[in-house]
T-cell receptor, first 114, second 110 residues
Framework: NAGVMQNPRHLVRRRGQEARLRCSPM?????VYWYRQLPEEGLKFMVY????????ESGMPKERFSAEFPKEGPSILRIQQVVRGDSAAYFC????????????FGNGTRLTVT | GIQVEQSPPDLILQEGANSTLRCNFS?????LQWFHQNPWGQLINLFY???GTKQNGRLSATTVATERYSLLYISSSQTTDSGVYFC????????????FGKGTRLHILP
C-alpha cells in the first residue's frame, strides 16, 4: 500500500520559470492538503482540496500560485514566474475523510529558485 | 483562526532522559495530531489524538480537550528521537484545514 507520493523530490528553477509539483494521495484518500515549509520553520497551510474542488485556499498567495486535484491523476501545485522567496519545501498530505482523520504526508518537494 | 502554541521551542537532553512536550490551542478541536520531522525532513505521524491518552512504545500522548492542551511524553530518549516535533490541530465546527504549531526542536546527546 503505497504512501503519499510526491515528485519531483528536488526541483531547481530559474527566476521567472514555472514550477509544477505533483502529489498522488494514498489509495482511497480523496482529500489533499498542501503545506510550505521554510528552513528552520514550521509548516504553513496553503490549500485544501477534494477531488475536483478547492475547499480552502486561504493560505495560498493570491498571485502566481494555483492548485488543482482533478478527477483522474495527481494533485498539482503550480507556481508561475517563480521568485527566490518561493524556495522552500512543499509538503502534500492526504486523508480519507475531511476534518477528523489523520493526515499522511509525502516526503516533500524541495524547490530551489536560482 | 485557531492558534497553536508549542513549548518549549528547543530542548537538549542527554540520552536516556525523559521529556514532556506541550501543545496549547485556542479553540475546540476535532482533530489533533503529533508529528516527528526527522533530520532528513520526513514527517512521521506519531499520534492521532483529539482526546484521551495513547501509548506507542516509549512515546505516549494525552489530550485534554476541555482544557485545550495536549502533551507528548518521550521516555528513555534515544539519539534517533532527535528532530522537530509538531502538533497539528483542526478546529471543531469550522473548515477542515489542519494548522501546525511552530514545533519543538529536540536534540538528544549521546
Amino acid at each position: 500500500n503505497a504512501g503519499v507520493m510526491q515528485n519531483p523530490r528536488h526541483l531547481v528553477r530559474r527566476r521567472g520559470q514555472e514550477a509544477r509539483l505533483r502529489c498522488s494521495p494514498m489509495k482511497g484518500h480523496s482529500h489533499v492538503y498542501w503545506y510550505r515549509q521554510l528552513p528552520e520553520e514550521g509548516l504553513k497551510f496553503m490549500v485544501y482540496l477534494q477531488k475536483e474542488n478547492i475547499i480552502d485556499e486561504s493560505g495560498m498567495p493570491k498571485e502566481r500560485f494555483s492548485a488543482e486535484f482533478p478527477k483522474e491523476g495527481p494533485s498539482i501545485l503550480r507556481i508561475q514566474q517563480v521568485v527566490r522567496g518561493d524556495s522552500a519545501a512543499y509538503f502534500c498530505a492526504s486523508s480519507p475523510l475531511p476534518g477528523n482523520s489523520p493526515l499522511h504526508f509525502g516526503n516533500g518537494t524541495r524547490l530551489t529558485v536560482t | 483562526g485557531i492558534q497553536v502554541e508549542q513549548s518549549p521551542p528547543d530542548l537538549i537532553l542527554q540520552e536516556g532522559a525523559n521529556s514532556t512536550l506541550r501543545c496549547n490551542f485556542s479553540d475546540s478541536v476535532n482533530n489533533l495530531q503529533w508529528f516527528h520531522q526527522n533530520p532528513w525532513g520526513q514527517l512521521i505521524n506519531l499520534f492521532y489524538i483529539p482526546s484521551g491518552t495513547k501509548q506507542n512504545g516509549r512515546l505516549s500522548a494525552t489530550t485534554v480537550a476541555t482544557e485545550r492542551y495536549s502533551l507528548l511524553y518521550i521516555s528513555s530518549s534515544q539519539t534517533t528521537d532527535s528532530g522537530v516535533y509538531f502538533c497539528a490541530v483542526g478546529a471543531e465546527n469550522r473548515d477542515d484545514k489542519i494548522i501546525f504549531g511552530k514545533g519543538t526542536r529536540l536534540h538528544i546527546l549521546p
